[in-house]
């Protein structure tokens, strides 16, 4: 039996694998892997999945997904250092919150098994193409989205769920990032679609990222819908305050997404003795701690970003609130640890890690 039974590798798919040059400049998301894995889902019924030749897609101009949204997406990483892998980390946890964005927006679900192995395969087969530095990786975005082709407004009978990979750099190319506290917009509402990992909630961040850029900020921070007081996440990113030897992140709401990252680091941190908090997060009390130098640090964390020093937060008066430490211990401490599980260079008591075999 083949080591991925779920999914037909095609002999064109190997091809494309084996004539494809990986180029030096990779940055992030920009070079595709020229293989792709390809379902779809009509009227209740799940077609063989199939790792096939990247290629481009054709839509019908009525395709729901164009006028109605409905889509959803995962990223997540494989690892290859010092010779070993390719490692997977925790891809279980993506295909459950995969599925559970399905559920939030009238999506079938997607085999368990067609997608965990979906994304071993392609793992295994561009394992070759996965950069070695450490803090590279190779980023793998299964999506799903609805090509029922009229513009009547009712969820889609067919779907496309695919899976595409970039051999990429670090998203950040700088040690830590300014951040804009967003004060007027909002990005998700009570009972609406924020826990669910759909690009909807990014493009409603689009605009705000804009204005954050403009002021000279990298990312922007936001708060709740209803009293815009309390601190969610950051755009595609959750957000962890450093209290001396404690660290702080706001507790999840409908509004805020269930990171894998945000997980992972808060039972890594307990296990190192680093003493978590998930409570409601005050902005005013936040920048007020930082002024008085009761908080030290604060970081970003997310698939792409690992875990990412914020140096400063800022208000769009201008005024702004710089960290006591721009790329502090315990952000170090936490993101190497991270690091050393998920490209095999250190222990995993966890069991979250997953070697595969190259395959080409």
Same mark, same amino acid.
């Given at each position: 039996?083949?080591?991925?039974?779920?999914?037909?590798?095609?002999?064109?798919?190997?091809?494309?694998?084996?004539?494809?040059?990986?180029?030096?400049?990779?940055?992030?998301?920009?070079?595709?892997?020229?293989?792709?894995?390809?379902?779809?889902?009509?009227?209740?019924?799940? +077609?063989?999945?199939?790792?096939?030749?990247?290629?481009?897609?054709?839509?019908?101009?009525?395709?729901?997904?164009?006028?109605?949204?409905?889509?959803?997406?995962?990223?997540?990483?494989?690892?290859?250092?010092?010779?070993?892998?390719?490692?997977?980390?925790?891809?279980?946890?993506?295909?459950?919150?995969?599925?559970?964005?399905?559920?939030?927006?009238?999506?079938?679900?997607?085999?368990?098994?067609?997608?965990?192995?979906? *994304?071993?395969?392609?793992?295994?087969?561009?394992?070759?193409?996965?950069?070695?530095?450490? $803090?590279?990786?190779?980023?793998?975005?299964?999506?799903?989205?609805?090509?029922?082709?009229?513009?009547?407004?009712?969820?889609?009978?067919?779907?496309?769920?695919? =899976?595409?990979? +970039?051999?990429?750099?670090?998203?950040? @190319?700088?040690?830590?990032?300014?951040?804009?506290?967003?004060?007027?917009?909002?990005?998700?509402?009570?009972?609406? *679609?924020?826990?669910?990992?759909?690009?909807?909630?990014?493009?409603?961040?689009?605009? @705000?990222?804009?204005?954050?850029?403009?002021?000279?900020?990298?990312?922007?921070?936001?708060?709740?819908?209803?009293?815009? +007081?309390?601190?969610?996440?950051? +755009?595609?990113?959750?957000?962890?305050?450093?209290? $001396?030897?404690?660290?702080?992140?706001?507790?999840?709401?409908?509004? =805020?997404?269930? &990171?894998?990252?945000?997980?992972? =680091?808060?039972?890594?941190?307990?296990?190192? &003795?680093?003493? *978590?908090?998930?409570?409601?997060?005050?902005?005013?009390?936040?920048?007020?701690? =930082?002024?008085? &130098?009761?908080?030290?640090?604060?970081?970003?964390?997310?698939?792409?970003?690992?875990?990412?020093?914020?140096?400063?937060?800022?208000?769009?008066?201008?005024?702004?609130?710089?960290?006591?430490?721009?790329? $502090?211990?315990?952000?170090?401490?936490?993101?190497?640890?991270?690091?050393?599980?998920?490209?095999?260079?250190?222990?995993?008591?966890?069991?979250?890690?997953?070697?595969?075999?190259?395959?080409?």
């Amino acid at each position: 039996m083949s080591d991925f039974d779920a999914i037909t590798i095609t002999e064109e798919a190997v091809t494309a694998l084996k004539s494809f040059q990986l180029p030096e400049d990779l940055a992030f998301g920009k070079v595709m892997a020229p293989v792709m894995i390809e379902c779809t889902y009509n009227q209740g019924t799940w +077609s063989e999945a199939k790792l096939v030749p990247y290629r481009k897609l054709t839509l019908d101009p009525t395709c729901k997904v164009l006028h109605y949204a409905q889509e959803i997406f995962e990223g997540l990483k494989g690892y290859h250092t010092n010779g070993a892998g390719p490692f997977l980390f925790r891809h279980e946890e993506n295909m459950k919150r995969f599925n559970l964005s399905a559920e939030r927006m009238a999506m079938p679900p997607v085999p368990e098994k067609v997608f965990n192995q979906g *994304v071993e395969a392609i793992t295994s087969y561009c394992a070759h193409l996965i950069p070695k530095k450490s $803090g590279d990786s190779l980023y793998i975005r299964p999506f799903m989205f609805a090509t029922e082709n009229n513009l009547g407004i009712k969820p889609s009978e067919h779907f496309s769920f695919l =899976i595409v990979a +970039s051999p990429s750099q670090a998203y950040f @190319s700088s040690g830590s990032v300014k951040v804009l506290v967003e004060r007027e917009a909002v990005r998700a509402c009570p009972g609406g *679609v924020g826990h669910a990992k759909t690009g909807g909630n990014y493009a409603a961040s689009l605009l @705000s990222m804009i204005n954050a850029k403009k002021k000279g900020y990298d990312q922007v921070l936001w708060l709740d819908a209803v009293t815009k +007081s309390n601190i969610e996440e950051m +755009s595609g990113m959750n957000f962890f305050a450093v209290y $001396g030897d404690k660290i702080v992140t706001p507790s999840l709401t409908e509004t =805020i997404l269930n &990171g894998i990252t945000r997980k992972s =680091i808060i039972e890594l941190a307990r296990h190192q &003795g680093i003493e *978590v908090e998930e409570t409601t997060m005050k902005i005013d009390d936040l920048l007020a701690d =930082i002024k008085s &130098g009761k908080c030290t640090e604060a970081f970003a964390c997310g698939t792409a970003v690992i875990i990412t020093p914020v140096d400063t937060l800022g208000l769009a008066s201008g005024e702004t609130f710089p960290l006591q430490h721009e790329q $502090g211990p315990i952000s170090k401490q936490l993101r190497q640890a991270l690091l050393d599980i998920q490209e095999g260079t250190g222990d995993d008591p966890f069991g979250w890690r997953k070697e595969l075999t190259p395959k080409v």
